[in-house]
């Protein structure tokens, strides 16, 4: 049944999908003093070991692995795995996951630095992601039309270094939003039409410390924004004028907290 799924699985890769997919059971077998004693057996999922995801890769050096796709379907939650034939994910490849339009949540293993472009794009029924400290880069269109995504948190001490163009424009429902201090870039448009954002926060200890970190339209028509906790040393102002929050709300209606490092707004 796996090979009709997939007949291009080898024999170590069916031997990894049968023993993933098996339930440890007890059982009762006699010790041979007449009495019995309890042993623990893998019982074959069968229906799990076939349902499986057979995923589309690329090795990277010598013990690195890129999801590049799969023919499975998501319904509910989706776990990307932390090692495949032995590898380690650290890259998902662009448009891996695209239109998964029945995904509601992704767990990503802490091993994952980086995701492609429109690696996520359009998986309209996805409602919160957690970004593991690992990821550096989050690519362009990553997360582009993801419009029912409500939740979107980063890990302690992350690494991220860039949000890619466009990474999550039009996630309309998204209301929170926290930059990790390590990003330095925010690419154009990289938020524009999450109109349902209200509060905006750059951690701590920011790494965008000039304004060029932030490209044109990163913020545009968040027309719900009433609060930004800035805590970067320079940053563009938030009148109708500037690029970055083009069309966002009213710089009169928006709540600034100026966090003690920042030297001054440029407008």
């Given at each position: 049944m796996l090979l009709s799924v997939n007949p291009t699985l080898t024999g170590a890769e069916l031997k990894d999908i049968i023993v993933d997919?098996?339930?440890?059971?007890?059982?009762?077998v006699p010790n041979g003093s007449g009495g019995t004693t309890t042993q623990t057996v893998k019982k074959l999922n069968a229906f799990t070991a076939v349902s499986t995801a057979i995923y589309e890769t690329t090795d990277i050096g010598t013990n690195e692995i890129q999801i590049d796709g799969t023919d499975h379907i998501f319904d509910g939650k989706l776990t990307i795995p932390t090692t495949i034939n032995g590898r380690t994910v650290t890259k998902i490849g662009n448009s891996a996951f695209s239109n998964q339009n029945l995904c509601e949540e992704i767990v990503f293993p802490e091993s994952l630095e980086i995701i492609g472009d429109s690696a996520f794009e359009n998986c309209t029924?996805?409602?919160?992601?957690?970004?593991?400290?690992?990821?550096?880069?989050?690519?362009?269109?990553?997360?582009?039309?993801?419009?029912?995504?409500?939740?979107?948190?980063?890990?302690?001490?992350?690494?991220?270094?860039?949000?890619?163009?466009?990474?999550?424009?039009?996630?309309?429902?998204?209301?929170?939003?926290?930059?990790?201090?390590?990003?330095?870039?925010?690419?154009?448009?990289?938020?524009?039409?999450?109109?349902?954002?209200?509060?905006?926060?750059?951690?701590?200890?920011?790494?965008?410390?000039?304004?060029?970190?932030?490209?044109?339209?990163?913020?545009?028509?968040?027309?719900?924004?009433?609060?930004?906790?800035?805590?970067?040393r320079a940053l563009v102002g938030v009148s109708s004028n500037?690029?970055?929050?083009?069309?966002?709300r009213d710089s009169a209606d928006i709540q600034l907290n100026i966090g003690a490092e920042v030297a001054g707004i440029l407008d």
């Open positions: 997919n098996t339930d440890n059971i007890p059982i009762t029924s996805l409602t919160e992601i957690h970004i593991p400290s690992s990821v550096t880069e989050i690519g362009d269109e990553a997360f582009k039309g993801c419009s029912n995504l409500t939740e979107l948190t980063f890990g302690d001490d992350s690494d991220l270094y860039s949000i890619g163009v466009s990474a999550f424009y039009d996630c309309v429902r998204l209301e929170e939003v926290t930059i990790p201090a390590s990003v330095v870039f925010i690419r154009k448009s990289a938020f524009e039409f999450c109109t349902g954002m209200e509060t905006l926060t750059f951690e701590e200890g920011s790494s965008l410390r000039y304004a060029f970190g932030l490209e044109d339209n990163a913020f545009a028509y968040c027309q719900s924004l009433s609060e930004i906790n800035y805590n970067v500037a690029s970055v929050f083009a069309m966002a």
